[in-house]
């Protein structure tokens, strides 16, 4: 329960942190974070000073940290509709050519797995020691319920060392 409620506090600070750019057309939720302000996104350990592809601040994964800071929400708490798509777009730098890691979208309820998904960097990512766009898409079940808890994140399954920086999530309906 403690759980559940910390989860909610860090929902509802969600949406109104300042790191985070959130803009909204007809059809599309979009949230981004530059990793500047982090007090809203969970599992933020990983986020600290350091070579950045904006500001000073990105997420730094290596052979102890395995996953980035996650953007949690329900499906219901981003809109009364149910998204049919998930657009993630993130910057990626790595100490070594295709990284073995991917952005993962991993979908619950009550800690029950509704859906998970992984896109590896692998094929986008080639070149070691350069900032890398990388784009992805989920698409959706029409099945999702608005108490299903949304997960977007970065496993760093091999722990490489990897940077992250500027996430931008985007909800289509
Ligand atoms: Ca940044």
Redesign the pocket.
Known sequence: MKKFIFISIISALLISCG?EKKGNKANVISVGQ???CVDCWANTSSVVKTM???????CKLDSVAEYSTTFQKTIGGISSKIPKKINVSLWVNSTQPSPDASIVLDINNNGKSVLWLANSFKDVVKNEKEWTEFKSSFKLPPTLKPEDLVKIYVWNNKKLNLFI??INIEFEY
């Open positions: 790191g530059d990793l500047e950045a592809h904006s500001g000073e601040f990105a920086d500027d």
